[in-house]
C-alpha cells in the first residue's frame, strides 16, 4: 500500500502481450502421437534444457509427478528462461502443456513456422497446468519450447511438459496411462452456497473431474476447486478423479462438507451497509501525520500500517512509531482505538504492504500468525486484520492461518484484503482463492486500482489504468466468480502524491459506484446487472488524504453512505 510503483506495474505490457494469443482447444490425441519432450519431468536433471543466467536447478520437493522438478529463480534483469528444442513434424498440431508451481510463470514455443504462442499463469501456490497448442508450418521439423518467470519475481516450479502430437523423431517419453486416484482431497472452505475443495497432484494426469454425491460437479486441470449452487445447511459427499488421453481414474476416498446456514459473506458485524475503509500509516513518508483521532469520521474501517515480520516464521509484530508521530505514546493509541470504536468504527491492524516479508507456507507459520494477530488484537484493541501481502501467498495456510485467527477471535472479527490487480485475475490465481475460501468470514476485499497498468476486465477486454472503465470492469471479474456484492470494495489513492500511478479524481469513484449499484454514469463497459449491496471504497491513505485537504474522504465517504 505504499506510494512506491509496485511491481505489478511491470506485468501491463505481458499481460497486453497474453491478450493477443489465440488459444485453441487440444483434441484426442491419436493413437501414434507422443510426448515428444526430451526430460519432460526433469528425472535426469536438466539435461536437454538449457536455463539463462544459471537460473535452473532440479529439487525434490515440490514435484507433479516422478521425483524431481524444476525449479528456476529469476532476478532483475533474467526471467529465468528454460529451453529445449524439441523435434517436430511439418503441418502438425500439437498440444503443449506444463504444470507449475510459485512465481509468475510463463510456457511458449516458438519458431512453429505458423503462429508462435503461449500462456502464463500468477502465482500458484499449488500445482496448475497450463495449455495450449499449435501447428507447424510446411518446413518445420524443430520448435524451441520455454518456459519462464518474470524478472525480479519468485521462483517458479515446473514438471511433467509435454509437446503431445505426431512423433518429430527426436526421442519421447511414453505415452501416458491411466493416472492414478488423487489422494489428499479435503474440505478448504464452505459457505451457504458453495464448498472449496483441495486434493494432492498425481502424476500424468491432465485433468481432474469432482464429483458430488456421485453426480459430476466440475472439471478443472488444477488441484483446487469450489462447488457452487449448494443449498444451506445440507451436507454433501465430495469425491475426484484425475484424467488424461488414456482414460479416467478411480474415484478418490470421499470426504463430506456442510454449507453453512445463512447465504453472502460474513466478516460484517457492526459496520454499515456500505463502509469507507482508510489505511493509517504509523510512519512519516511526507503525509500529514495524524493520531488516531484526527482521522476523519467519514471512515469506517482504519486500517494501522503496518505490522510487520518477526524471526518467527509466520508470525507479526506491532510498534508504535512514537517518535515518527510527534511523540503519539502508546497508552494514546490505545485510548483512541477505544474512542473510534465508541464511535462505531472498526480498527485494525494491516499485515504485509509493499514492503512486507511475512510467509505463511505451513502449518506451523499458519499457527504462529493467528497466534501473533491475536495477541495484538488483545493487546491493542483491534477489532480484526488486514492482508495486504504483494508478494504472492500460499493458499492453503493462509486460510488455515485465518480460520484459526476466527476460531480464536468470534464472529466480531474484521476480516479484509487488499490484493493488487494482478492477484484477481482469476479465482485460480492465490489471493483470489484465499478470499473464496474463509468467504463466510471475510468483511470486504479492497482490490488496489492502482499502480497497475492495464488489465483484462470480466469481459476479456483490456482496460487502462485511471478509468471508470478500469475499476468497474475488474470489479465485475470478482463479483462473478463468487465474492458477495458485500465484500468488494474499489481501492484507490487518495491523491496523486499518494501512488505511482492509477489516481482518479474521487468524482471518477463515485462514478464506478454508481455503475455497479445502479447502472448510471458508466463508461463503455456496463455490468449486466446491478450490485447495490456493493460494500464501497478504500483509500491509500488517510494521511495523504489529510495532506489534500481530505477531499477524497469528504466526497467519496459521503457518496457511499448515501448508496442504496
Not at 476485499?445 to 487502462?464: A, F, T
Amino acid at each position: 500500500m505504499s506510494p512506491h510503483i509496485r511491481s505489478a506495474r511491470l506485468w501491463s505490457a505481458a499481460v497486453t502481450a497474453a491478450l493477443a494469443l489465440t488459444f485453441v482447444g487440444t483434441g484426442q490425441a491419436s493413437a501414434a502421437d507422443v510426448n515428444n519432450v526430451r526430460n519432460a519431468g526433469f528425472e535426469s536433471g536438466l539435461a536437454n534444457w538449457t536455463c539463462s543466467a544459471n537460473s535452473g536447478t532440479t529439487v525434490g520437493s515440490p514435484v507433479h509427478g516422478g521425483a524431481a522438478a524444476l525449479k528456476a529463480t529469476p532476478a532483475g534483469q533474467d526471467n529465468a528462461r528454460c529451453a529445449q528444442t524439441v523435434a517436430v513434424k511439418p503441418n502438425s498440431t500439437y498440444s503443449l502443456s506444463a504444470w507449475v508451481q510459485g512465481g509468475y510463470a510463463y510456457l511458449g514455443v516458438t519458431g512453429t513456422g505458423t503462429t508462435d504462442v503461449s500462456t502464463w499463469t500468477p502465482d500458484s501456490p499449488t500445482w496448475k497446468q497450463l495449455t495450449t497448442s499449435f501447428t507447424t508450418g510446411s518446413a518445420t521439423t524443430s520448435v524451441t519450447l520455454y518456459l519462464n518467470g518474470w524478472y525480479g519475481q519468485a521462483a517458479y516450479y515446473a514438471d511433467d511438459v509435454q509437446v503431445y502430437g505426431p512423433d518429430g523423431g527426436g526421442g519421447t517419453d511414453p505415452a501416458p496411462t491411466v493416472p492414478a486416484a488423487p489422494a489428499g482431497l479435503a474440505v478448504t472452505g464452505t459457505t451457504s452456497s458453495s464448498v472449496s475443495l483441495s486434493w494432492n497432484g498425481v502424476s500424468g494426469a491432465t485433468a481432474y473431474t469432482v464429483y458430488r454425491d456421485g453426480a459430476k460437479a466440475a472439471t478443472v486441470t488444477g488441484t483446487s476447486a469450489t462447488v457452487s449452487g449448494l443449498a444451506a445447511s445440507t451436507a454433501y459427499s465430495f469425491q475426484v478423479t484425475a484424467s488424461n488421453a488414456a482414460g479416467e481414474s478411480a474415484r478418490s476416498a470421499a470426504v463430506t462438507a456442510t454449507t453453512a446456514a445463512t447465504g453472502g459473506g460474513g466478516g460484517g458485524i457492526g459496520l454499515p451497509k456500505h463502509a469507507v475503509t482508510g489505511y493509517w500509516q504509523n510512519f512519516n513518508n511526507g503525509a500529514t501525520v495524524q493520531k488516531l483521532s484526527d482521522v476523519p469520521s467519514a471512515y469506517d474501517i482504519i486500517a494501522v500500517a503496518f505490522a510487520d515480520a518477526t524471526t518467527t516464521p509466520g508470525a507479526v509484530s506491532f510498534t508504535l512509531d512514537s517518535a515518527g508521530l510527534g511523540g503519539y505514546t502508546v497508552d494514546q493509541f490505545k485510548a483512541d482505538i477505544r474512542a473510534k470504536q465508541a464511535a462505531g468504527k472498526k480498527v485494525i491492524v494491516s499485515v504485509g504492504g509493499q514492503n512486507g516479508t511475512v510467509s505463511i507456507n505451513d502449518s506451523a507459520s499458519a499457527t504462529n500468525f493467528a497466534n501473533s494477530v491475536y495477541a495484538l488484537m488483545q493487546t491493542y484493541g483491534f477489532d480484526g486484520v488486514d492482508i495486504d501481502l504483494e508478494n504472492g501467498l500460499n493458499a492453503t495456510y493462509m486460510t488455515q492461518a485465518l480460520r484459526a485467527l476466527a476460531a480464536k477471535a468470534g464472529p466480531s472479527l474484521i476480516l479484509t484484503m487488499a490484493p493488487q490487480t494482478i492477484d484477481m485475475q482469476s479465482p485460480s490465481a492465490g489471493y483470489f482463492q484465499t478470499a473464496l475460501n474463509v468467504k463466510d468470514i471475510l468483511t470486504v476485499v479492497n482490490m488496489q486500482y492502482y499502480n497497475s497498468g492495464s488489465m483484462l476486465g470480466c469481459d476479456g477486454k483490456v482496460y487502462s489504468q485511471g478509468t471508470v472503465d478500469f475499476l468497474t470492469a475488474l470489479a465485475c471479474i470478482q463479483l462473478q466468480n463468487g465474492l458477495a456484492p458485500s465484500q468488494v470494495g474499489l481501492g484507490l489513492p487518495a491523491s496523486t502524491r499518494a501512488a505511482g500511478g492509477g489516481y482518479v479524481a474521487p468524482s471518477v469513484v463515485n462514478a464506478a459506484l454508481d455503475c455497479l449499484t445502479k447502472l448510471t454514469d458508466c463508461g463503455t463497459f456496463k455490468p449486466s446487472k446491478t450490485y447495490p449491496d456493493l460494500r464501497g471504497a478504500m483509500t491509500w491513505s488517510t494521511n495523504w488524504d489529510a495532506t489534500a485537504g481530505n477531499a477524497w474522504s469528504t466526497s467519496v465517504g459521503a457518496h457511499v453512505h448515501a448508496l442504496p
